[in-house]
Nanobody, 120 residues
Framework: QVQLVESGGGLVQAGGSLRLSCAAS????????LGWFRQAPGKERELVAT????????GYRDSVKGRFTISRDNSKNTVYLQMNSLGPEDTAVYYC?????????????WGQGTQVTVSS
């Protein structure tokens, strides 16, 4: 079992930056693949970024490549999402997710979400 708690959301002007954090409970954090999803009002939840157990491989959706960076610190049981050059299109509730196995396992566990609002 893993419990995930996100933080770091807020209101930021277009062009600004935020860093989201997701702290996890449990002693097997390093065994989980991790990811960040987001859901904007009226839209489906979408995968934003993923990171493997050791952090050796990451993946991003095209719209955030070059602007967002996912990282993890297994000693702190925490995964991060650094978001730069934010635009109004990035406004959404951001969720972290964890799973055992491949990307398809993401979603075994979810955080409660943190709101990111980007003003134009």
């Amino acid at each position: 079992q893993v419990q995930l708690v996100e933080s770091g959301g807020g209101l930021v002007q277009a062009g600004g930056s935020l860093r989201l954090s997701c702290a996890a409970s449990g002693r097997t954090f390093s065994s989980y693949i991790l990811g960040w999803f987001r859901q904007a009002p009226g839209k489906e939840r979408e995968l934003v970024a993923t990171i493997t157990t050791t952090g050796g491989a990451v993946g991003y959706r095209d719209s955030v490549k070059g602007r967002f960076t996912i990282s993890r610190d297994n000693s702190k049981n925490t995964v991060y999402l650094q978001m730069n050059s934010l635009g109004p299109e990035d406004t959404a509730v951001y969720y972290c997710a964890a799973g055992l196995g491949g990307i398809g396992a993401l979603g075994d566990y979810w955080g409660q979400g943190t709101q990111v609002t980007v003003s134009s």
